[in-house]
């Protein structure tokens, strides 16, 4: 801190032109002003040192921006600075120097000398010019007013200092006296010691005093303010105490009172499990001892809420009528026989074994087969209460086990929420979305569902909020998910899963007329006689404007020709409307989707295959050509590590029975082969491409022509063998879909056309196989 007391006079001829320069970077000397440093880099010693063993006199000057790493440059520092003359000088153990310095007037560097490890410069001593005039003295009048009136807001500021300040009678040493004291920044009091002229010097001062000024009284006020507050919260506390006591002499209940009678009440009206009972009556104790206006009141109240109320004991009915529920399943939803098999074997094994749990079922598939809304269906077919949550997105474990009481604002899970919100111990819980769970720091949301999806552990699920068991084994949790892969094993094998793969064209437009069309029509505001649609035009939305497994799309289609048929009867234009095959483009505009499977087949080297995605099946067409030239296999089309590696199984497979599938044997040494899979920017991957690979280059080298309408799908081997591959039925119904009459499997995917229905069986021709002779004999 600086030191402020009388210096001796020394003039400044005395001072030498030829100054060693000390850089400061948190404090800034005025002439005749006292103050303590510390230095410690080497240089910086190194140059006391030499002053002290000459004249005690060095130049100090205020370095531009923070303190420095590295080597200060001569632009990093001001141009003027304060001569000073060093007072005391000791040393510490640590290798530093701690000096006391008085300041003794202003210079300006001229140029610096460069034959020292340190700054040294010619400096030109700036004499005061003393001046006095009216003007001068108010300015200082006002000044002293204004600081001893800082000195008296200060508590760090002795007393004394006001009567130095009032015994100064030089107007420039006033000035730089209380430009050094008050708190400005090092900018501000550089800006004061660059002033030259005293009359401007003491205005620049008084403008930063009545700052500071400002600044004090505003502190000042907000203390007498926070002050005032605690003196109104004393005074009613002390009022509430008499209130209370005059309550009590009148025999009047508090409101504090009256509410923990009420807990109290729904306690035992509850009749809550023992355990939970306990913490609830300790909970209540608790805050029959707080103040209502503390915030731990409302924390405790809160809690109280939620224990007592959720649904203990409080259970719906289930509707054991296994026909009325059948035919609520068959309103609600066409097909999905799996799903609705499931649901009638468990309402059965409910009527003979009343105390039986609640399955975990987990509906797997691509979006718009009607996941969610079955769910729904469920519900209404049991006569359950129906909760659904959406675990898309969530990251954090505190979503499902809720947050811990010493949080603020704390919650319990979306589990605990949603049966309390449904109002029964045993609604149907949908946890939508579970195959987008995601995990960060915060934890594993995934791991903390393994307990509430395992009918041996949810019986006593404890949320962190409630700190008691809760039992959810009477609760009926069922999952929806796109696709298994990213579920975690452990909680994959808690459910049972069911996979609803998609619609085939008949039960679409059955789907279509019974549902989407209906509920589009009435919510566009149309009746029975607006609008009405030929089932060809139907056959044409599916196939001409949607690609899809599910209905979503289909249903997006018949809301647009809605909303044009809407606007043509509210524009007087029709009275009613038929939507049929031709005038259909009007509404939807022209035909999006058509069939490529019969002019891609059309030449040699091109082979349909089959190929799952998350969004259903799908045809994927494999293209081969030759050209001269012995650089070997080419593979494009954006394909993973399996697809080229049976892309160079299928080569080898041809090229090691070339003799007997009638290629010439230098046909290898001459041509170079590429492969292509259209659409190149999609990823594809899996060993399902083999066959069809293996045929499209078969084609291309005996150079026949692959029959039409046919596709294949299955994995090889070296030997010739035809593996079985997954996805059977979604890669069926694409074919279907596409208009595809013949389909080469292998032998040993048979058994997966047991879920494919009678009227697709019907449509379509399969041929099964284990050898790739015979898929080149049926294809070729």
Sequence with gaps: ?????????????????????????????????????????????????????????????????????????????????????????????????????????????????????????????????????????????????????????????????????????????????????????????????????????????????????????????????????????????????????????????????????????????????????KEAERELGRLSRMHPSSAEYTVASTYLDWLTALPWHESTEDNLDIKVARKILDQDHFGLEKAKKRIIEYLAVRKLKPESKGPILCFAGPPGTGKTSLGRSIARALGRNFFRISLGGVRDEAEIRGHRRTYVGALPGRIIQGVRRSGSNNPVFMLDEIDKVGSDFRGDPSSALLEVLDPEQNFSFSDHYLDVPFDLSKVMFITTGNILDTIPPALLDRMEVLKLLGYTLEEKVKIANRYLIPRQRDAHGLKTNHISFTKGAVKQIIIGYTRESGLRNLEREIATICRGVAASIAEGEAKSVKINVKNIYEYLGPIRITSEAKARTSTPGVAMGLAWTQTGGEILFIEATSMKGNKGLTLTGHLGDVMKESATAALSFIRSNAASIGIPDDYFQNHDIHIHVPAGAIPKDGPSAGVTMLTALTSLMTQKTIKKDLAMTGEITLRGQVLPVGGIKEKILAAHRAGIKSIILPKWNEKDLVDISKEVKNKMQFHFVDKMQEVLKLAL
């Design 1 to 277: 801190m600086t030191q402020h007391q009388p210096s001796p006079e020394i003039s400044t001829e005395k001072i030498p032109e030829i100054l060693p320069i000390l850089p400061l970077f948190d404090a800034a000397l005025f002439p005749k002003m006292v103050l303590p440093l510390v230095v410690m880099q080497e240089k910086s010693i190194q140059l006391v040192d030499e002053a002290m063993s000459q004249n005690r006199m060095i130049g100090l000057v205020v370095a531009k921006g923070p303190i420095k790493e590295e080597a200060y440059s001569y632009d990093d520092l001001y141009e003027i600075g304060t001569s000073a003359l060093i007072l005391k000088m000791a040393k510490t153990e640590d290798n530093r120097a701690q000096l006391l310095v008085q300041g003794l007037g202003r210079f300006k560097i001229k140029t610096y000398i460069k034959d020292k490890p340190y700054f040294q410069a010619y400096v030109e001593h700036i004499k005061e010019i003393e001046q006095k005039d009216k003007e001068i003295e108010a300015l200082m009048s006002n000044m002293v007013g204004q600081f001893s009136r800082i000195a008296e807001l200060s508590p760090g500021l002795p007393q004394e200092i006001v009567a130095m300040a009032q015994s100064i009678h030089e107007p420039g040493v006033l000035a730089d006296m209380v430009a050094s004291t008050i708190n400005s920044s090092l900018e501000e009091k550089q800006r004061v010691l660059e002033i030259y002229d005293v009359k401007k010097r003491l205005k620049k001062v008084t403008q930063l005093v009545n700052y500071q000024l400002e600044i004090l009284e505003l502190g000042d006020k907000i203390q007498s303010q926070v002050k005032g507050d605690m003196d109104k919260r004393q005074r009613e506390y002390y009022l509430r105490e008499q209130l209370k006591a005059i309550r009590e002499e009148l025999g009047e209940k508090d409101e504090t009172t009256v509410e923990v009678d009420e807990y109290r009440a729904k306690i035992e009206e509850r009749n809550l499990p023992e355990e939970a009972k």
